[in-house]
């Protein structure tokens, strides 16, 4: 039995304990630029890239640790099939969620 194995059960995370770090089960191991973006990404950008890692994500054993990892640290990028905006809305807040920033400002018209 591999050690992903080990640590699986019906929803892909065993919390009687792990027996290896679960990153170094993490598909997208090595893969940074597909989980973080670059500064001024277009929002087109974002989704083709955030796309392309969530299908990593999905078949992901360590799926479930990553995501509760993010929430748990207020992590920035994609993490466990959620980027920022999706654990906002979850109900774990960052300083400032990218793509929440600025729709969560409102802009008085009265001149001052």
């Not at 796309?51 to 640790?65: E, F, H, I, S, T």
């Not at 994609?78 to 802009?107: I, K, P, Q, Y």
Request: charged share 35%.
């Amino acid at each position: 039995m591999s050690a992903a194995e080990q640590i699986r059960d019906d929803d892909g995370w065993d919390d009687a304990g792990w027996t290896v770090d679960w990153r170094e089960l993490a598909m997208c191991k090595s893969q940074t630029r597909l989980f973080f973006g670059p500064k001024a990404e277009r929002p087109e950008a974002r989704a083709r890239r955030e796309a392309k890692a969530l299908r990593l994500c999905q078949a992901c054993p360590v799926r479930r640790p990553c995501q509760e990892y993010a929430r748990t640290n207020r992590e920035y990028g994609l993490w466990g099939g959620e980027n920022e905006e999706d654990r906002h809305h979850a109900g774990f807040n960052l300083t400032a969620a990218v793509g929440v920033r600025s729709a969560t400002r409102h802009h008085d018209p009265t001149p001052r």
